[in-house]
């Protein structure tokens, strides 16, 4: 009526296939009512005027023009459908009672159930009072501004003001007042006219013999809690005796969006493919309006049933991959539906049996779990995953960062803490994503320069914290690479990840690599693994030579030692130092124990050294370690024997585990 003014004084009814889904007042007063079916409406109206309304792009945006309207004048609006809207004006109402004095000057707007509004004492219900005249300027603001007329209830709690709202139509207001509430409780004829009951509970509640809302209110709890459980036998109890403590809750974007067609039947699989290709391309053009990235597609049909013809629906759904979600927010409608469609017909080939006969009457559509886009890409399995860290305590390394010179240089590969509004922006390789709180990713770790901030190892949850201690990662690399021995290069050494650095300069490492062509000394200092704390290596000026020692066992007295000669400045820092004309300890120096028949001696100074010395240990109480039991079968004498050796050792590197029987 508002689009086209010369259908406001004629019969007037919006269909949608064979029914008339909604109707004006004009219409209603010669008998045509909600959801008739267009033949009867025509029986009872000749003059009927019919209006296509599949198309709900026209409601559904002057719905979110009332909306936005009321929140203008307060906060807290709950959007119950199209055409309805919860407001607490608690707020507002103290405003206007602090502002006035006289309380002889308090009047209701409207109409007031069961009274006649002139015979209420407006001053002994302050509240309802002020909130009447609140509820006559929203109406009015919304007739004047969007040319919409509209009813309003007023009451203590939404249940009521829902009920006390449609008493008087059209375009009228009406007040509860609290001894009226068993009033308008009493006047509902069914369970199913209470707000919050809806079919499958009011069926069961009709298998326990409760059909009016009497029944309800008078039914014993713990009978009710027997059948629902505690909570929500409490809370059907409270509705049918009109209490509600549900705040009023600011809707906020929708949580889905969906779009969906009924009929009097579809049976055959290329019907369903054409109605789903055409519900998509709508659902896919409102869904990149909205902005934001779909994450769940579900489908939803209902078959025909002679006994349950609304609420017979079954559902599907199932994850949008990344790539078809931006296209959907990309503009690419088209492509978009392409690639939806396999998944969809996936979906409905799950429910229904193609090769065997089927009756639909609808089908939806449906985008869910809608995530803006800034948070839709920090999820994993984008490149942005790769910036963050997860939540691991080995993986919270803090470095820090001082300022950087020739701030012109390697701007592509630069990290600046640019703090705004709480979150912070992360730019390398000209792809900037967002996190929660002002940091730098661990980029140097990669190459990377930060200027004037902490870099930091940020968590999967995006929390991330700055210090100022640590060592800067370009310092490292040049000291490292003066650590190199003469077979390694130092400019593929400085591509490596900083982990196997470490690993590459640990003495079990370097052991292993001069035994290959001479006796090497073995520090008595812990074993080094990746992911271990970093190691700290010193610098120095002067050639030095490290003599390397080694005892071959089965000598009684002598040593043979070689010298091993490393590239100027190499100084290796383990806890203790090894310098020229000191004799470095070593845990098998004893020439007391000799190597059994079936041991290697090469083989054996690989080993860590902890190890060595448990071999070393027990050869010389010539226990063997491995015992083999093949007469047994293990037991728990055996296991707890285990665990008692086990329990001996506090070394990470104990050689009893690889010994254990699985």
Not at 113 to 135: C, E, M, Q, T, W
Not at 263 to 275: H, R
Request: hydrophobic share 30%; proline share 5%; charged share 25%.
């Amino acid at each position: 009526m508002i689009r086209n003014p010369a259908l406001r004084d004629v019969p007037l009814g919006i269909q949608q296939k064979y029914i008339v889904v909604t109707c004006n007042y004009v219409a209603r007063e010669r008998g045509v009512t909600k959801l008739m079916s267009v033949t009867d409406a025509k029986e009872k109206c000749p003059e009927l005027v019919l209006v296509k309304g599949e198309d709900l792009t026209h409601y559904r945006e002057m719905s979110y023009k009332v909306t936005e309207l009321l929140m203008s004048y307060c906060p807290l609006v709950e959007r119950l459908g199209f055409d309805e809207n919860f407001m607490d004006v608690t707020e507002m109402v103290e405003q206007r009672l602090a502002q006035t004095t006289d309380s002889g000057s308090f009047s209701f707007k409207g109409r007031v159930y069961n009274h006649f509004s002139a015979d209420v004492k407006a001053g002994d219900h302050p509240r309802l009072a002020s909130g009447s005249h609140i509820a006559a300027e929203l109406r009015e603001a919304i007739r004047s501004k969007l040319g919409l007329t509209g009813c309003a209830g007023i009451a203590t709690n939404k249940l009521l003001a829902k009920l006390v709202s449609g008493t008087f139509k059209p375009n009228q207001q009406t007040v509860l007042l609290r001894e009226n509430v068993n009033d308008i409780m009493g006047c509902l004829t069914s369970l199913r006219k209470i707000p919050g009951v809806g079919h499958q509970t009011a069926k069961r509640l009709e298998a326990l013999g409760l059909v009016g809302v009497k029944d309800l209110q008078l039914y014993p709890l713990n009978d009710l809690a027997r059948e629902f459980g505690g909570p929500t036998a409490q809370r059907l109890k409270n509705l049918a005796l009109g209490v509600d403590d549900s705040p009023v809750t600011p809707t906020g974007a929708p949580q889905s969006l969906s779009d969906e067609d009924s009929f009097k039947k579809m049976s055959s699989t290329k019907e369903v493919l054409e109605k789903i290709q055409q519900l998509l391309s709508s659902l896919v053009e409102r869904m990149h309006k909205d902005g934001r990235l779909p994450q769940t597609f579900r489908l939803t049909i209902r078959r025909f049933s002679a006994t349950n013809k609304w609420f017979s629906r079954e559902s599907r759904q199932r994850p949008i991959p990344s790539h078809i979600g931006q296209k959907i927010t990309s503009g690419l409608h088209e492509e978009a539906v392409v690639q939806l469609m396999p998944l969809a017909m996936k979906l409905f080939h799950k429910m229904v049996d193609g090769s065997a006969a089927f009756h639909l009457t609808l089908i939806n559509v449906c985008f869910s779990n809608l995530q803006s886009r800034g948070a839709a890409g920090s999820r994993k399995g984008t490149i942005t995953s790769f910036f963050t860290h997860s939540a691991s305590p080995r993986k919270s390394q803090i470095l820090s960062s001082q300022s950087q010179g020739d701030s012109s240089q390697n701007a592509d590969n630069r990290c600046s803490d640019h703090q705004t509004n709480r979150r912070s922006m992360i730019a390398p390789l000209k792809s900037p994503f967002t996190t929660k709180s002002s940091s730098c990713s661990e980029l140097a770790l990669h190459g990377f320069k930060c200027e004037q901030s902490s870099v930091v190892a940020v968590e999967e949850s995006q929390e991330a914290s700055c210090s100022t201690e640590g060592v800067r990662h370009d310092e490292m690399t040049n000291i490292t690479t003066h650590r190199l021995p003469p077979n390694v290069d130092p400019e593929v050494f400085k591509l490596l990840p900083e982990e196997i650095q470490k690993e590459l300069l640990s003495p079990p490492y370097l052991t292993s690599l001069c035994s290959q062509s001479a006796s090497c000394s073995v520090t008595d200092a812990p074993q080094i693994s990746k992911n271990k704390t970093s190691e700290l290596f010193t610098d120095s000026q002067n050639v030095k030579n490290t003599k390397a020692a080694a005892n071959k066992f089965g000598a009684s007295d002598g040593a043979t030692t070689e010298t091993q000669q490393w590239p100027a400045g190499t100084s290796v820092s383990q806890g203790q130092n090894v310098t020229e004309g000191d004799e470095p300890s070593s845990p098998w120096t004893s020439s007391d124990c000799e190597f059994p028949g079936n041991v290697d001696p090469e083989v054996f100074s690989e080993l860590p050294p902890d190890v060595q010395k448990q071999l070393m240990s027990e050869w010389k109480q010539q226990k063997p370690i491995l015992k083999i039991r093949s007469s047994r079968k293990p037991g728990r004498n055996w296991m707890s024997k285990d665990r008692k050796t086990a329990g001996k050792s506090s070394q990470s590197n104990n050689l009893f585990k690889y010994f254990k029987p699985s």
